[in-house]
């Protein structure tokens, strides 16, 4: 594989031509701020928290969908972005019922660590506090759509790495939610191999193990790792 | 028009020769599905088939087309919600669609829907009690040259004002079918 | 220089902040030497007075009262924190939110089919009526800084204080903001 | 069929017409207004005055002036009929013979007809959308041989890049550049697909062109999936549009009866095959990438770009995307040629426009232009003006992704620069004027509000910001938001334009950063001065604290 350079925040990168920038910035050790982002799935460039500028390109490229180029020159941490990632976040708490204090996911969370890192100290918008169900008929998981940031990773993990087909979006705009089967409660799918796949995907505490209560849902990514090397790269790392 | 669709998910088999409900709806719908060689892209034109023939779609119409185009049904459902010409609910026996395009908006669309609101006493997106009508509002019908336009029962009708609607509706709450 | 004045408010929330605000132990003597601590649910003061220079607020805005004196906490301070997660983002206290507006949670409460006389309470005047939403208080008025965290851990409440004693505005970087 | 073939079935078309015609509009603003019966009253009266072997009754698209529908055209008289109703048919046949019966003539001179130009409506109102062989005698057809025989698909390409035609779609992408792109492209198969979703409110010009002109689309796709050398092409149309659907359904069957479409067209070895995917009520699915999840049956959900489709589109393929109004711009190029084309318009933007003229003006209906007039001539020489003597205020362009345009603007060239330059675009070409009786503020907020139904959900400035500003703007409307909201909405159409992920997101602000552009004062006047002042605190529910009681409390 060819190596191509780039700048990343003045800095002078050299990467394999086929890694987004979202890569070749975590090679060289620049963190970039994600949520739809999990190693392993493939990337739909949707949370936007990623978008970096790219010096040439009016628009702002999400990272973890653009190839570098040699000679390209981003930029991932400017004023601007920054202002722009604090917004995406104080959208995301002001949609649903995010309480941190009494979430499963509390100190395990990463929209809860984003939101510290960002330094979203509060929410400038109006907090819509729609009202939204927990699923907890399934016998070891629950999800609790008051949390859930519609990142789809518990869909693309369900589809493209377990290959139930189980998990799907529905619905259009604010009113999109995830579903399990035809829209029915969890513990009739007929689907669902209880892999508990989307629940280590999950950012949020939307997904939990049954039994977990506030901060006891600490999730264990190293799992999910585990399988995509082995389908992918058959390598069966334990 | 009809709409009722009889049927649970218990009672469609995952190999279907005859509906065991022995609606031949359903007889209809997988001949238009094979005709289209149970392409699972052909999912949309499959939906507008099955609506056209229950009037709406119900779980076990959407279980129905998910096993006859192998499809999960998360991803039938994720569909047929993501479209809003698809209905998951019964419709009345007369529908009433107000266009709200710019065109109409600006002559006086939202006095008309208003209208039909206060005579039928539900609003846009729900159905009578009686289910005599469903009022429906539409994005743009594309009849901005005879703004405002309003839908009843699928016919066009143009320069639509608040005592035309009223009269309309009101005949269909009042008579009935006819 | 004058002493500055100092208050804290406690509104719509469990007391948490105040307690995490007890736990700067001896650090309390050095504040009290700096500053006057003017108005709080842990001094004896019935009126909120003119003239404060800052104000930490608990709780978020869940009844009449709150309202009425948050107003007036604003139209007579000169730098409002928000302090802890109810006051910032409702937290706890708005969770009941979704559910449209307060009868839900007063039947719950009160209406109880296993009371012998179930009654929603009403006492004009001395019982303070809840508010349909509860708001978390930058909804209500403007704010100036934000202190997040359930409760916030005292050492970050110190140093929010040290700050605004010092004259500084204050900054608050990484682990000194946390919700939950 | 060959070329001798298609000139044969051309000359018996015109060697059979009748030497009296009226042609009667069905296209739906027509349709909805009684047109059926007034086609069907006429033909009644011809047969019972014993003329059914002189006068041809013609079923025809879009004679353009909507308004004053039904219409009806009698040739060669050169008359115009408005208002037709079924009882006016025996005045209509009786003025054949010059009869003065009592009817509504509309004037052909005004400049509604006479400031006019049409290339692509040039068989809108002329040729029965139902018969291949009245499209075929207008030189349908034609361009097609022209192209499979004489040219190579490059020259196509290169023709239509000659030509300066941009997409009519609303971005105004060079077409031949877009073609060029597909053409060089390699894949196992290719795409062509002609996105007829016109889903702004407020334009109904694709819909006119395929319910008046359904071939010219085919021909013009056709000589695109040659020129680029694809096989498979996709018309993905709006569920909405039932009309149209129908006609294409006949215009496809009846050009595959013709050998026009389907395997070795003209006798040559270019195949080509076409499907109708019919929408099902997503505006999302205009844009490009959730159009093509949409045809092969996905929830409708834009991806990013690049890979561009013209590199990986419909199953990956190489596949071209056009919208009908470019596609229906192409046979007449190839029949008359690039620098005839690039001759009309202007420096950046050639050859002619349609527009749906609606809204608070005299004369509504279809219009097409060329490039480069003023938007005043459109409005106001063309519509009329406002009616009742009001004055006009702005006109709206591009639907939900534009802006208003203010009165005093009006001397802006209509082309696609200039429409940016003023914060709005051309769009697909919906124009809507507003007078003074219009409130700006309510129309961003409508905009908005079908922005944020229309959100796909998929990205985050876009589902949730959309929502966040059709609150802030409701709030400014009550009369209960603060400069802070106005600086917060402002903040917000700047977020969500740079960062949404597709188009949809990215142009959600625009009517609302273009009314408060242009219409400031609007939003001014509607605030309240900070909450900080005593006793009125802002409060969500919209009730100014007054006692905001939990009413039941007392009960």
Redesign the interface.
Known sequence: MAAKTLTIDGRLISAAEDQTVLQAAKDAGIQIPTLCHLEGLSD?????LC?VEVAGSN??L?AC?TRIAEGMQVRTDTERLR??RR??LE??F??RNHVCAVCVANGHCELQALALALGMDHV???Y?FPKYSVDITHHSFGIDHNRC??CTRCVRVCWYIEGAGTKN?A??????RIITDLNQSWGTSETCTSCGKCVQACPTGALFKRGSAVAEMERDRTRLEFIVNAREKKQWIV | METQAATSPETVPSKTEKHPSGDSRFRILEVFAKRHGC???????I??KAQELFGFLDEGLLLFIARTLKLPPS?VF??AT?????TLTPQGEHTCVVC????C???GADRLLATVEKASGIKAGETTSDAKLSLLT??????????P?VVYDG????RQTPQAVTERIKAWLNHGSH | MDRLKIATAWMGGCSGCHMSFLDLDEWLFDLAAAVDVVYSPVIDVKVYPRGVDVCLIEGAVAN?DN?EL??QI??RTRILVAFGDCAVTGNVTAMRNPLG???PV??RAYLRPEDLHPR???E?GILP?????V?PIQ????VDYYIPGCPPPAARIRAILQQLVAGQVPTQTGADLTYG | MDHIDLLETKNRELRTRKPLCLRVCMA??C???NGQAVKDSLEKEIRAAGLADQVEVRRVGCLRL??E?PLVASDPKGELYQKVTPDDAHAVVAALKNGNGELKRGDLQHPFFSRQMSIVLENSGVVDPERIESYIAADGYQALHHALMEMEPKDVVDTVFRSGLRGRGGAGYPTGLKWSTVAKTSGDRKFVVCNAD???????MD?SVLESDPQRVLEGMAIAAYAVGATQGYIYV????PLAIARLNTAIRQAKQLGLLGGGIFESGFTFNVEI???????VCGEETALLA????????P??RPPFPAESGLWGMPTLINNVETFANVPPILRRGAEWFAGIGTQQSKGTKVF?????IQR???IEVPMGMPLRTIVEEIGGGAPEGNQIKAV?TG?PSGGCIPANELDTPVDYESLVRLGSIMGSG?M?V?DQS?DMVD?AR??MG?C??????????C??????MH?LLEKILKGQATL?DLQ?LE??CD?VK????CGLGQTAPNPVLSTLRFFREEYLHRLRS???S??I?????GSH?G????E????
């Not at chain 1, 739909?44 to 936007?48: E, N």
């Not at chain 4, 709006?238 to 549009?241: G, I, L, N, S």
């Not at chain 4, 944020?452 to 959900?457: A, L, N, Q, R, V």
């Open positions: 739909i460039g949707a949370c936007r978008v628009k702002l999400p969908v202002h722009y917004m995406v959208l995301l002001a949609e400038r918008f109006e819509r940031i519609l979006v619905g259009r705009g604010a009113e999109c | 392409r699972q892209d052909a999912l949309i034109e939906l507008h991803r994720g569909v993501f479209y809003h010409h698809f709200m395009g710019t065109a908006y600006v002559k539409a994005r743009c019908i594309g009849a901005c040259g005879i703004a336009a016919e066009v009708t143009p | 009449e309202l948050l107003l604003r139209e507006n307060a009868d007063l039947n929603l309470p009403a004009p009526a809840l508010l349909p939403r708001l909804e209500a008025v403007p | 739906a603003g349709m909805s207004s909507c308004c529908g016109e889903g702004d409110p407020g334009a109904f819909r709006r569920a909405e549009y995917r019919i929408g099902a009520g997503a505006f949409s045809v092969e049956g996905r929830r409708g959900t991806r990013p749906a003229l609606a809204g608070k509504t209906g279809l709206q639907g919906g809507i507003m219009t129309v409508f905009f079908f944020m139904d229309e959100s796909c959900g998929k990205c985050i400035p589902r949730a910001g959309t929502v966040q609150a802070r917060r903040e917000l977020m740079n960062t949404s992920l900070l909450p900080i005593p006793g605190p802002i409060l969500p529910n604290h006692p905001p009681v939990a039941a409390a007392k009960t």
